[in-house]
């Protein structure tokens, strides 16, 4: 296994705790991903993300989607409890769990099961404190220059 030392990020950058921790997870993590079920990640648009899971054979009532500190996890569990003499079994019938680490602005709007694919439904939504702007250029001095030049002096104080 090949480690990073992620000390350089840790010395120049603040606030991306979360990013260097997502970093060094991934890193740690083992090299095997489990690949059941396949998915798909799309972009629809600017802001509007989907994730569709193919989950045939689970009933909604098998299936659990949460998302907690930025960490949407699809779980499903099968209670067929139905014994059955399966000459050979080539559908996978297990339980599986999924994770997908969502940006901190991504929101899961709603899920839907139909003809065995799961889709579960993103928005980006960027705050107006993060979305560009423009600033307007005005005419004259530097603004510090005006203030001062509005303040009156220590001497005007005094005499007054």
Known sequence: MNTVDLTPLYRSSIGFDRLANLLDNMLRADTV???????????????????????????????????????????????????HNYLYQGIANRSFERKFNLDDQVEVVDASLDNGLLSISLVKEIPEAMKPKTIAITKGGNVLEHKEANKPDAKDEQAA
């Open 33 to 83: 991903s489990p690949n059941y079920p396949p998915y798909n990640i799309e972009a629809l648009e600017d802001n509007h993300y989907a994730i569709t899971l193919a989950v045939s054979g689970f009933t909604e009532q098998e299936l659990d989607i949460n998302v907690e500190k930025g960490v949407l996890s699809v779980r499903g569990e099968k209670t067929n409890a139905e014994q």
